[in-house]
């Protein structure tokens, strides 16, 4: 079965720099969809829900709702909402913030930070399972050429910064 996406409308005359960024959102959204379907299968759970327990997990002492939608990339309604869902279920706690009284810190409790260290564990193999088509050389390569790309574009944006 041949998979439709966003790359297959790209033609040969297309610029190279389209076919490549088409083809880096083709297999993101596939590797995506994957994670996506498994973590509902297996664990019952969304893709937005582990990516607010795994940056809870790496902040022992809890973030603001505000950092959460920073770092999530999300607005404030949407973190609201699945924190509002982890707390009902006791894997995540509400608590004063110490320095804005107006703020809540929010961190994993026992059983999240458990919950979600199972769920880490077996999100790892999926992702090494994906990506077992490269040998570690070609994974080596890939991964210094996306970071010269991700150097180039933080560049990009930078000089935009500073001729706004």
Same mark, same amino acid.
């Given at each position: 079965?041949?998979?439709?996406?966003?790359?297959?409308?790209?033609?040969?005359?297309?610029?190279?720099?389209?076919?490549? =960024?088409?083809?880096?959102?083709?297999?993101?959204?596939?590797?995506?969809?994957?994670?996506?379907?498994?973590?509902?299968?297996?664990?019952?759970?969304?893709?937005?829900?582990?990516?607010?327990?795994?940056?809870?997990?790496?902040?022992?002492?809890?973030?603001?709702?505000?950092?959460?939608?920073?770092?999530?990339?999300?607005?404030?309604?949407?973190?609201?909402?699945?924190?509002?869902?982890?707390?009902?279920?006791?894997?995540?706690?509400?608590?004063?913030?110490?320095?804005?009284?107006?703020?809540?810190?929010?961190?994993?409790?026992?059983?999240?930070?458990?919950?979600?260290?199972?769920?880490?564990?077996?999100?790892?193999? =999926?992702?090494?399972?994906?990506?077992?088509? =490269?040998?570690?050389?070609?994974?080596?390569?890939?991964?210094?050429?996306?970071?010269?790309?991700?150097?180039?574009?933080?560049?990009?944006?930078?000089?935009?910064?500073?001729?706004?």
């Amino acid at each position: 079965m041949t998979l439709v996406d966003a790359e297959s409308r790209v033609e040969a005359d297309h610029h190279q720099a389209i076919k490549l =960024w088409l083809r880096l959102l083709a297999c993101t959204t596939r590797v995506e969809n994957v994670v996506r379907q498994r973590l509902r299968s297996e664990f019952g759970t969304t893709l937005p829900r582990f990516d607010l327990m795994a940056q809870l997990d790496r902040e022992s002492q809890g973030l603001s709702m505000g950092e959460l939608s920073a770092r999530l990339m999300v607005t404030g309604g949407n973190v609201t909402g699945i924190v509002d869902q982890l707390e009902g279920e006791g894997l995540v706690v509400r608590e004063d913030h110490p320095s804005d009284r107006r703020a809540y810190r929010v961190r994993l409790t026992a059983a999240g930070r458990r919950q979600f260290r199972r769920m880490a564990a077996v999100h790892e193999t =999926w992702i090494v399972e994906m990506f077992d088509g =490269w040998n570690a050389a070609q994974k080596t390569q890939v991964h210094g050429l996306l970071a010269t790309l991700k150097r180039h574009l933080a560049d990009l944006e930078n000089q935009r910064q500073e001729n706004a």
